[in-house]
């Protein structure tokens, strides 16, 4: 069970119910994870969403306190909107504080509206993205940084802590288009396919980070392949196709995107989920977006049967 279960990830609930965290259930979540074998456990980065959903780098901190060896990672974190010198010491506090268990998910995401609340141009938001990543692997990777960019300029900048993992934590990339996945395959050491995305899309876009890998030269095993799956296992399905709605409604101000989700009974969830797999995902975050604990209890139950 082990063993099969390490090629999944869980998604972390994160939207606050009627305005008050339900921390014991956030922690049974966690230790669930740990104890059921999963590989990571996720959270996305929501900054302006009618959700009340909670910031995902203090709450990775949280998970880091809960757990002791499932790795933790952001899929992902919206890095454009952040002043790069303070994230790059906040992830490298987390990696410390978690025993170099971070996986960092970085993207642009896919609102530009969210920009200019930060004081940020959406029209610059590519050039600022690609800038920003490539000054935080020198503050996690050089002790005196010296930066001269368009963005941000640094003069034999030291800033600690350093991330446990060395060089760095793996940084695997979002994003839907073909540019967002050849900057994955060119800068990063893996890519995560979107939760909005279908199982027949996350074929599409497989097969092209498959061609990049191949233009690149670039060994497959030095890079993963992942994909966030919204998932309901239920014998109801019209009544968890409803529950399902009415959370990407307050998550993602869409219902009708829950087409992208896998809702049925076991043998089709399975069935969608090695459709996947053999699509060339290397790991699946699976998400249930209700009653949680006991999705993951039946999507581990029969993961222990293949």
């Known amino acids: 069970m082990v063993s099969y279960l390490a090629r999944f990830g869980v ?14 259930g956030l922690r049974s979540m966690l230790e669930a994870t740990e104890e059921l074998g999963f ?23 949280y998970a880091a306190a809960v757990t002791g060896s499932v790795r933790l990672g952001t899929a992902v974190v919206l890095t454009a909107i952040r002043q790069p010198v303070q994230l790059a010491m906040q992830l490298a506090t ?4 978690s025993g170099g268990r971070l996986i960092v998910g970085v ?15 959406a029209s610059d938001r590519v050039a600022r ?19 001269t960019g368009r963005f941000w300029q640094t003069e034999a900048l030291s800033a600690q802590p350093k991330p446990l993992q060395q060089p760095h934590p793996p940084i695997w990339f979002g994003g839907m288009s073909k540019p967002a996945i050849d900057r994955a395959v060119r800068v990063g050491t893996g890519w995560i396919g979107a939760g909005i995305s279908t199982v027949d ?16 030269g670039r060994d497959p095993a030095t890079f993963t392949v992942a994909k966030r799956l919204y998932v309901a296992i239920s014998s109801d399905r019209d009544r968890s196709l409803e529950r399902m709605r009415s959370w990407w409604n307050v998550f993602y101000g ?10 049925g009974d076991l043998d089709l969830c399975m069935q969608k989920i090695n459709e996947v797999f053999d699509s060339g995902a290397d790991l699946i975050i699976l998400n249930p977006v209700f009653d949680v604990v006991d999705q993951m209890r039946l999507l581990a139950g029969a993961a222990s049967a293949l």
């Open 129 to 147: 993205f690609t800038e920003g990543i490539d000054l935080l692997k020198r503050v996690w990777t050089e002790e005196n940084v010296t930066f």
């Open 254 to 263: 869409s219902p009708a995107m829950v087409a992208a989700a896998v809702v």
């Open 201 to 216: 899309q996350f074929k599409q876009q497989a097969s092209l980070v498959r061609g990049a890998l191949v233009a690149t």
């Open 107 to 121: 993207g642009l995401g896919g609102r530009a509206d969210y920009y200019p609340a930060f004081g940020i141009s």
């Open 11 to 24: 998604g972390i609930p994160q939207v606050v119910d009627r305005s008050r965290l339900d921390v014991d």
């Open 94 to 97: 987390l990696d410390q504080l």
């Open 39 to 61: 590989h990571s456990a996720w959270i996305m980065d929501q900054p302006l969403t009618t959700a009340p959903a909670l910031e995902p780098i203090m709450t990775l901190c």
